[in-house]
């Protein structure tokens, strides 16, 4: 049967996008707020617990006079969180993206006013108080909630919950580093589960309505410009050596930190009382090197500057990498970006001491990029996120490349990301590679059975009992047709023996216009959708909705059938060109 170009389209839209998007709009500048209002409360702790003072000014808690006070600091910090976390909502802990991940797919994208609430507060303590931890994680927890609740305001499915969802937390992670497309990209990478324009679409427009609205309430410019030099030749294999070793960290640093959380688990205390005890680890290595507190933006600039000798970096990342495995390991509130970039900036600095190639900030930038797309699974997201944060262009290629290699060795080397890892020890899979459903690409009338044995609806219910559902029955169910041809419906076992004691003939079980069926050139996903609705085994194929000619039946095995194709293509291997085996 041709293909009816005015019956198919490339992608499923329908007008709720217009609804969706006008949503995201406003989604969209409520994150930029969100995203004030989390920066004031890091900058209003930050001085609060360092400074003793009321201001929301920005001032790096390395400065601090406290001397070995500092240790207490952080302790506080993680015990205020802690019984947040028992008393208000155990939501709260944990760096944010894992949660989010999990509302979406286990959750139907429902998050509670308590997370929208409590995240912010809880993260603007712990990093108030010293805590190893970035904006971004928080951020997009507590976005995300904002869009959910926005989106359980409205009449609305959970697929178009989770579109408002991602549009809340990509627009914070927007306004917090002035990154739209690269919180686009993390959308898709980490948090849709999908690209298509329902989700994606609303999602860009929040971006870009952060995006618009960020010089408001926030810096507007780069966090950190930036400009090198390239030799792409030479530094081709220097890429590829920076990325092999980024994804050698990123799993190291992955390891190091669910198996410090195993070690929580094991201590005979409740877990409201681990952020105090992580607090403890992160007051040590701030009194130690007091630049590893808090978010450490000053750090990560003068890193990508050049500014740090190798010894002095090596130290103060070491301490970095430890109170950060420690105080994220305890469960308390804090975001991993801004720690990894620094971890990865590091990297970077050491192998630029021994790297001819390109000048001092060109690998800090493309390993802090590597180590993210290593340990988030999302190589797209590091490599424009960097480009993003620095305007660098120059870097385009190797960044590109680093962050390749680094993925896909942290992709051979563990089983799950940084992102995944928590909720799998939830006893949650998620599987995280997209793909064109099978179904999709495949229509009714490739998989259909055309021979087909229907009952006629004059026929008497005793005798369609005998000589189609007696001994010799062939099939689970059959279509019915009336004397123009027309199909009324499928009847079943089930369904005779139901049958009301006033109906006579197999036409009688059917009211008008009653019937479910499925069209020729619909994709085998819709005919899926459709039995699993109505829970049938078999559907009756007509040729239009208003002749109802009947052409052929589709049943559950039959759309098998292309996922079985697609396994064949996965799995089978031959040679095109030369010799073949046997």
Request: glycine content about 12%; some cysteine; overall charge positive.
């Given at each position: 049967m041709a293909l009816d170009p005015q019956l198919t389209r490339d992608y499923a839209v329908d007008r709720r996008l217009l609804s969706i998007a006008a949503l995201a709009i406003p989604i969209g500048a409520i994150g930029t707020a969100a995203a004030w209002l989390l920066l004031t409360l890091i900058h209003f702790f930050t001085n609060l617990f360092f400074f003793q003072t009321f201001s929301n000014a920005e001032r790096s808690p390395a400065s601090n006079a406290l001397g070995a006070w500092v240790i207490v600091l952080p302790v506080i910090g993680g015990l205020i969180v802690g019984l947040m976390a028992r008393f208000g909502s155990e939501k709260i802990r944990g760096h944010g993206i894992p949660e989010a991940i999990e509302a979406i797919l286990f959750g139907k994208s429902r998050m509670s006013a308590k997370v929208a609430v409590l995240k912010p507060l809880s993260s603007g303590i712990v990093i108030g108080s010293g805590g190893p931890f970035g904006a971004e994680g928080p951020i997009i927890m507590t976005g995300g909630a904002l869009g959910s609740l926005i989106g359980?305001?409205?009449?609305?499915?959970?697929?178009?919950?989770?579109?408002?969802?991602?549009?809340?937390?990509?627009?914070?992670?927007?306004a917090v580093f002035g990154t739209p497309v690269a919180a686009v990209l993390l959308a898709v990478e980490l948090l849709l589960f999908e690209l298509r324009p329902r989700s994606l679409l609303p999602v860009a427009l929040a971006c870009a309505v952060s995006g618009f609205t960020r010089p408001l309430l926030l810096d507007?410019?780069?966090?950190?410009?930036?400009?090198?030099?390239?030799?792409?030749?030479p530094a081709l294999a220097?890429?590829?050596?920076?990325?092999?070793?980024?994804?050698?960290?990123?799993?190291?640093?992955?390891?190091?930190?669910?198996?410090?959380?195993?070690?929580?688990?094991?201590?005979?205390?409740?877990?409201?009382?681990?952020?105090?005890?992580?607090?403890?680890?992160?007051?040590?290595?701030?009194?130690?090197?007091?630049?590893?507190?808090?978010v450490g933006y000053d750090v990560i600039g003068d890193l990508l500057n050049h500014r740090l000798l190798v010894g002095a970096a090596l130290a103060l990342l070491a301490v970095k990498?430890?109170?950060?495995?420690?105080?994220?390991?305890?469960?308390?509130?804090?975001?991993?970006?801004?720690?990894?970039?620094?971890?990865?900036?590091?990297?970077?600095?050491?192998?630029?001491?021994?790297?001819?190639?390109?000048?001092?900030?060109?690998?800090?930038?493309?390993?802090?990029?590597?180590?993210?797309?290593?340990?988030?699974?999302?190589?797209?997201?590091?490599?424009?996120?960097?480009?993003?944060?620095?305007?660098?262009?120059?870097?385009?290629?190797?960044?590109?490349?680093?962050?390749?290699?680094?993925?896909?060795?942290?992709?051979?080397?563990?089983?799950?990301?940084?992102?995944?890892?928590?909720?799998?020890?939830?006893?949650?899979?998620?599987?995280?590679?997209?793909?064109?459903?099978?179904?999709?690409?495949?229509?009714?009338?490739?998989?259909?059975?055309?021979?087909?044995?229907?009952?006629?609806?004059?026929?008497?219910?005793?005798?369609?009992?005998?000589?189609?559902?007696?001994?010799?029955?062939?099939?689970r169910a059959f279509p019915v047709i009336d004397l123009y041809g027309a199909c009324v419906g499928m009847l079943d076992r089930e369904h005779l023996r139901r049958a009301d004691t006033g109906a006579s003939s197999a036409g009688d079980l059917f009211e008008a216009d009653a019937g479910v069926f499925a069209l020729p050139g619909e994709t085998c996903r819709v005919a899926a959708q459709r039995l699993a609705t109505h829970r049938l085994e078999r559907l009756p194929v007509v040729a239009d909705l208003r002749s109802r000619r009947l052409v052929g039946v589709v049943s559950r095995s039959d759309l098998v059938k292309p996922v079985q194709a697609q396994l064949d293509e996965d799995v089978r291997r031959e040679r095109t060109f030369g010799p073949r085996r046997g």
């Open positions: 359980q305001l409205f009449h609305l499915s959970a697929s178009e919950r989770k579109t408002l969802l991602v549009s809340g937390a990509a627009a914070g992670m927007t507007s410019g780069r966090l950190f410009p930036l400009q090198t030099d390239v030799a792409l030749w220097a890429c590829i050596v920076a990325g092999l070793l980024a994804g050698l960290l990123s799993s190291g640093l992955s390891r190091a930190l669910y198996a410090t959380e195993d070690l929580f688990h094991r201590l005979p205390i409740h877990w409201m009382w681990w952020p105090a005890i992580g607090g403890l680890a992160v007051g040590i290595g701030g009194w130690l090197q007091p630049r590893a507190l808090g990498a430890v109170m950060w495995v420690m105080a994220l390991g305890s469960g308390t509130s804090g975001g991993v970006l801004a720690p990894l970039l620094m971890m990865g900036a590091g990297l970077g600095t050491v192998m630029a001491a021994w790297l001819p190639v390109g000048n001092g900030s060109l690998w800090p930038l493309v390993c802090m990029a590597a180590v993210l797309a290593g340990v988030l699974g999302a190589p797209l997201t590091a490599t424009v996120f960097a480009f993003g944060l620095t305007g660098d262009a120059n870097a385009l290629l190797p960044l590109l490349l680093a962050c390749a290699v680094s993925h896909g060795l942290s992709v051979l080397l563990m089983r799950r990301s940084i992102m995944t890892e928590r909720i799998a020890r939830r006893g949650r899979h998620v599987h995280r590679e997209y793909g064109v459903d099978p179904q999709e690409r495949v229509r009714v009338d490739e998989v259909m059975t055309r021979d087909v044995r229907a009952i006629p609806a004059h026929a008497a219910l005793q005798a369609v009992a005998v000589e189609w559902f007696g001994t010799g029955q062939q099939h």
